[in-house]
Structure formats: C-alpha cells, structure tokens
C-alpha cells in the first residue's frame, strides 16, 4: 500500500474551519474581529474556497491515475499547514497505516524555505518518529517542468488575446508570487527559480517586456520586493498601456489573490488609464493536472 500526500498553506472544506485556520496564522492570537472579519470574507465570496476545492479534486485525480499506472492501492491525504487535518497528523496517521511508501508533494511550484521545504522538514520529522521503515519520497517542485511551462504559457497567451488588438502588441507583463520575510540572499533558490520561469513564459508568448512582483509583503518589515502595486505606479508612469497579470505562486486560485491580484492589482491598474487583464488560475484543469501527473511519474520511477 502507498500513500500520496499533498501539501497545502489550507485547505478548508466548510466555513466552520475558517476561524481555527485564522488563528493559526495569528499564532493562537486571533481576536473575535479578526475571526469575524476573515469569515466575513469567505462569505463574500459565495462558493466553497476555491483552494481547498480544487486540491482534494487534484487530488482525486493524481491517487486514481497512480493506481492505474501501477496496479498498486493508492491512499490520498492533504496535510496542511494552518488547517486541519495539519501536516503534523497526517504524518502520524500516515506512519501508523505502515504503507510501503510515501511520496509528498506541494502543489505551489517552487522550492521556497517557508513552503514546501518547511513542509516537507515536518513532515519527514513526525513520520520518521514513529515509522523508519517505510519509504519516504518528496517529489521536487515542478516550476522547470517543460509541460507545466507550457499549461501557464497557455494562460498568458490566452489573456493576451482577450485584449484589445490596438493594446496587445505593447502588452508587458507583470508575475507576481506571494513575498517572502528576510534578506533576498535567503530566498535565492526561490528567486531564481521564479526568475527563470518568468523568462520562459514571456519569451513563449513573446512578451519582451516583463516585470518581477511581490505581493502579501507586510508594511514595516523587511520582505521580498518590489511590491505589485508600486509596479503598476511605475509602469503608468512610463506610459505603459497595457498589463496582464501572472500570479505565478498560488497556481490555484484562493481568497488572498483574489483580493490582491484579480481585485486591487487589476483595479489600480484600470485607475490609472491602463487595459489590464489576467491569466487563468490552472486549479482543477486538466491540462495541468496531465502536467502534475507526468512529474510524479518521472520522480517515482
């Protein structure tokens, strides 16, 4: 028997997790308004989160197609890092059911040390401390997997043309992922890697001028920039007349982007005279769940 176990940031499946998931984030410290605040805009958005939706289907859809290329039992869980179930139970959980292997995976596609690296740190310490004798594998992000390249090219691509004919020739594009706390030097397996796939999603829609942007990053403390705002102010002011945004990070779509990209980014961008547009969160699509398929098989075989 194996075990496939996906990491996410939180994955909720009811409005009733929204206020423990909250005050893990706060540390144990989130307030009544700051629970009512953070249900309030769940609420909002009319329809379950998008985030822990679309990771249980993929989900689904990763365990059925190993259990088809390998003639093997196939279990499935999602180990959170702020929600329940946590990556700190499904490891004991996991550990307990003595399976044969165990391969983690994060669906966000970089290699950054407060993700998927810290993720699979923890994991690796609670399974190991109960089960040394099973095999544990943690399949590597997949930002330089050529198929993945190509799934958010299509996006990119795919906004281009939604735009104005006049516009799309002088589009640039703005990537944005979420920011990271500290010096860039401690980020620099992240940042490169984030780089690269910048260049090769603009070099495939043919975009010659693009821009690196952070987001989440908090005021007063030293974070990853620049921030995607002060771009947008920027490039209106070297007359720029149109952008498409490329979140680059959160591949599926969830509350935090929606707020910060597909509302504040794309709405400043409007008020100061630009078209602005952007790509398709990839969620549940099958084009890329083809392309997750394909990078867990090279890593398992």
Same mark, same amino acid.
């Given at each position: 028997m ?5 990491f ?23 307030t ?54 946590s ?14 292997? $165990? ?5 966000? @596609? ?8 810290? /993720? *699979?740190?923890?994991? +690796? !310490? ?25 799934v ?16 799309r ?7 944005? $992922?979420?920011s990271?706390?500290?010096? @860039? ?8 890697? /984030? *780089?690269?796939?910048? +260049? !090769? ?17 908090n005021?007063g403390?030293?974070?990853?920039e620049p ?34 990209v ?36 090279n890593?398992?075989?």
């Amino acid at each position: 028997m194996n075990i496939l176990v996906l990491f996410s940031y939180g994955s909720l499946r009811t409005l009733d997790d929204v206020a423990g998931f909250f005050d893990d984030i706060y540390h144990g410290h989130a307030t009544d308004e700051d629970i009512a605040s953070a249900e309030e805009r769940y609420q909002s958005m009319g329809m379950p989160d998008p985030l822990g939706a679309h990771t249980h289907r993929i989900g689904r859809a990763l365990m059925k197609r190993l259990i088809q290329e390998t003639g093997e039992k196939w279990h499935m869980f999602i180990g959170n890092h702020h929600a329940q179930p946590s990556i700190e139970s499904v490891a004991e959980t996991c550990a307990e059911m003595r399976p044969k292997r $165990v391969a983690t995976f994060g669906l966000t @596609p970089f290699d950054s040390v407060t993700g998927n690296k810290a /993720y *699979e740190k923890k994991f +690796r !310490k609670h399974f190991l401390a109960l089960n040394n004798t099973a095999e544990l594998v943690h399949i590597a992000p997949y930002c330089d997997h050529e198929p993945f390249v190509k799934v958010l090219s299509d996006r990119a691509e795919t906004a281009r043309n939604w735009l104005p004919a006049d516009v799309r020739n002088e589009v640039e594009i703005v990537f944005t $992922v979420h920011s990271l706390p500290g010096l @860039p030097e401690v980020h620099q397996k992240m940042i490169g890697q /984030y *780089e690269e796939l910048a +260049r !090769k999603v603009a070099t495939s829609v043919q975009v010659k001028d693009y821009h690196i942007a952070y987001r989440s990053g908090n005021p007063g403390q030293r974070w990853l920039e620049p921030d995607v705002l002060d771009v947008v102010s920027d490039l209106a002011e070297q007359d720029t007349h149109a952008i498409i945004f490329v979140e680059a990070l959160s591949v599926i779509e969830n509350l935090e982007v929606l707020e910060e990209v597909t509302g504040d980014a794309i709405q400043k961008a409007r008020n100061l005279g630009m078209q602005a547009v952007q790509s398709e969160y990839l969620n549940d699509s099958i084009d890329f769940i083809e392309a997750l398929e394909e990078h867990i098989f090279n890593s398992l075989s």
